[in-house]
């Protein structure tokens, strides 16, 4: 395949990855853990503040690489951000890790290169959670920039390939705490290539001297962009010890956790096949095609050239380590598995295009890549239907407690209630319910400054709101001490969960009346003041929200 030819291919799998990555981004409900992050970066936002939180919340990179995104939208308050500037990070950082891939021709050649772009381009799990505002997207690519680093140092790369690999090691730790998985990983399985091709090995200008002054310059290049972002760049040098800090919280919940436990093939099961309700979801052509490139990559002898041998066997290797690692955790959430799934792309590129050279048939190969084709095009479909038609269904295997769409009519009705009290937008809002419960409202009455939440009804001062809402847990109570002042309604949070919206009677008799006929929710089309303000300070005495703990601790 030309030079031209592959670029070409590459930029059309791009074009189609950007596409489904972008398609009506901003319609699905926000998952607690996406307003859970949107409401940490809003304080970083609106007051410059951020200081690493060894409990929760993971590494700093998103926030901060979210601040360029939300200033060219004109956007400088938590009030005023929305979807598309915030999930537009991430899908960003999923377009750059198929933009990586070409920096990979040298080794596994153009045809495999192509082939990953196609497949991670098309793929239901790279492109549900390029969409979604949390960190695994981009560390899914700084994950796969430092395995490229790592094989580029390892067959010859200088000075320079050093320094990125440096740099992109220190932005996998600056993301996530699993990096210490993930870049262990990388090495090992660069060593156990290294001496498997024994003779084969490509020639290395980084040897003896050179190669300790090369590993140098990649540790220092990753402790000076671990230390500029946990550090808060510079204005909180403390704030590096809490990163050790996190370490054995990390490893506690990871080896023993309390909830998400999972079998050692979850993930596997998740990518090969899954059905409920009626819809199946397979995308086994990747992880078939990376076994024949695994099988491929042992199979060539020691005498090849320019490392044809190292880097599928490299990356076979750090598929295999990586993802036994995190398979073998028993804590385990469904978009853990990009960061050692992104190199099972190019590893599978490896075994499609050991089947065309294995094919001396011109019509074998027409065939070949007629069902890749094919393939593809069943990836893409389906990675449609989870991340748009289906993006909030429990029957997508890619879904997980994931916030339901009666969730956002419910902050819609409190934001419309809210147009008919004479506070407007400050009228004051009581949530009573376990923290788990509490999210993504804290997102959805962002522009409500008045918002207070508690985790039990036993203050007076959240049974003063106009409206209360409550978990079922506290409704009996809740109930009772309001008597007959309020009415009730009922909506879904998540799947199985609900809540109880509390409205004072008086504002409901005023909503009914400006009902409309045929309007499922009067009102809705009412646009409030999302201006600047400062939420919850307004209401004296109520407590000022810290983001915790969300349903889904995102562990590791």
């Known amino acids: 395949m030309t030079r031209a030819g592959a670029g070409a291919l590459v930029a ?64 400088h308050t938590l009030a005023l951000l929305d979807e598309a500037t915030l999930r537009g990070v991430p899908v960003v950082f999923g377009a750059a890790t198929i933009l990586l891939l ?30 979604m505002y949390i960190q695994e997207a981009l560390f899914a690519c700084f994950a796969l920039a430092f395995v490229i680093g790592v094989g580029r140092v390892a067959t010859g790369g200088g000075f320079a390939w050093a320094a990125m690999t440096g740099v992109a090691a220190g932005l996998a730790m600056a993301t996530k705490e699993t990096a210490a998985i993930v870049v262990p990983s990388a090495v090992a399985a660069a060593a156990i290539a290294w001496w498997s ?26 402790a000076g962009v ?59 052509l990747v992880l078939a095609l990376a076994v024949v490139g695994t ?59 050991a089947l065309v050279n ?25 990675a449609w239907r989870a991340s748009i038609t289906y993006a909030a269904d429990p029957r997508n295997p890619y879904v997980y407690s994931q916030t339901v769409p009666d969730a956002v009519r419910m902050a819609a009705r409190i934001r419309n209630i809210s147009a008919l009290h004479p506070d407007g937008a400050r009228m004051q809002v009581s949530v009573i319910a376990p923290p ?17 939440y508690w985790t039990a009804p036993g203050d007076v001062l959240a049974l003063q709101a106009p409206v209360i809402v409550s978990s079922l847990e506290h409704a009996p109570a809740l109930e009772q001490a309001l008597g007959d002042r309020y009415v009730s309604e009922y909506f879904g949070l998540r799947p199985e969960l609900l809540l109880a919206v509390y409205i004072d009677r008086g504002l409901w008799d005023r909503f009914l009346a400006t009902a409309r006929p045929g309007s499922e929710d009067p009102g809705a089309t009412r646009e409030l003041d999302a201006r600047p303000t400062r939420r919850l300070s307004a209401v004296r005495g109520a407590p000022v929200f810290r983001p915790g703990r969300t349903a889904a601790e995102r562990v590791p």
């Open 226 to 284: 671990v230390a500029l972002f946990y550090s808060s760049f510079f204005s909180a040098p403390a704030a590096l010890l809490e990163l050790f800090r996190a370490a054995g919280t990390y490893l506690d919940r990871g080896i023993d956790p309390s909830s998400h436990i999972q079998p050692w093939h979850y993930y596997l099961q998740l990518l090969t096949y899954s059905a409920s309700g009626g819809l199946r979801w397979s995308e086994g």
């Open 358 to 382: 294995k094919s001396r048939s011109r019509l074998v190969r027409v065939l070949l890549a007629g069902a890749l084709a094919a393939g593809s095009v069943h990836l893409g479909w389906q």
């Open 295 to 353: 099988i491929a990559a042992w199979q060539r002898s020691d005498g090849s050239s320019s490392g044809s041998s190292f880097w599928p066997r490299y990356l076979a290797g750090d598929v295999v380590i990586a993802g036994g690692i995190f398979s073998a955790i028993p804590y385990k959430t469904p978009w853990n598995l990009l960061p050692f799934y992104a190199g099972a792309f190019a590893l599978a590129g490896v075994g499609f295009a």
């Open 12 to 75: 059309l799998a791009l074009t189609a990855g950007v596409a489904l990555r972008t398609a009506r981004l901003a319609e699905r409900p926000m998952h607690h853990d996406e307003a859970n992050q949107a409401v940490k970066f809003g304080a970083l936002l609106e007051r410059g503040e951020y200081r690493y939180d060894a409990r929760d919340h993971h590494g700093p990179t998103l926030y901060y690489l979210t601040l360029p995104s939300a200033w060219l939208r004109g956007q």
């Open 197 to 222: 091709v024994g003779a084969g090995r490509p020639p290395n200008a980084l040897i003896g001297r050179h190669l300790r002054r090369a590993t140098l310059v990649g540790l220092a290049a990753a």
């Open 102 to 131: 070409p920096l990979l021709s040298a080794g596994i050649g153009r045809t495999a290169v192509v082939t990953a772009a196609l497949l991670m381009a098309l793929s239901p799990a790279m492109v549900f959670y390029s969409r």
């Open 436 to 452: 788990s419960e509490q999210w993504p409202l804290p997102w959805y009455l962002r522009g409500m400054p008045n918002v207070g």
